[in-house]
């Protein structure tokens, strides 16, 4: 039985490359969430997107962000503390942030 060397190599490097682009994925950035101003230029966009691009440049853990499915955001433009960053951008979306332990969790506004 024959097997080409291509038929064994190829699936290898390909889990080799996957592999690679995790661990550089995962190390690429370290959150260091801190609570000092930072300058913030995010446009109005899909809120997902949008916390993704303020979780990049605050260094800030957010979870909870499957909330904002099918929700948009406002720009958030300026030098501010992340809290306040994250909050201009969830304002009119019937969500808000609870502050945790060096990062920010997205909640339902609580109905009354």
Do not use: H
Not at 5 to 17: D, E, G, H, Q, S
Not at 41 to 60: E, K, S
Not at 81 to 97: E, K, S
């Amino acid at each position: 039985m024959r097997t080409s060397i291509a038929r064994l190599v190829i699936p290898t490097l390909a889990v080799m490359v996957t592999g690679i682009g995790a661990n550089v994925s995962a190390q690429g950035l370290q959150y260091d969430c801190r609570n000092e101003p930072v300058a913030i230029a995010i446009p109005g966009d899909r809120l997902d997107r949008a916390l993704n691009q303020l979780r990049l440049t605050t260094r800030c853990p957010i979870s909870g962000t499957k909330l904002a499915k099918g929700k948009r955001s406002k720009p958030v433009v300026g030098t501010m503390v992340p809290q306040r960053a994250l909050q201009a951008m969830l304002d009119g979306t019937g969500l808000q942030m609870r502050s945790i332990k060096g990062g920010f969790v997205i909640v339902r506004v609580p109905r009354n």
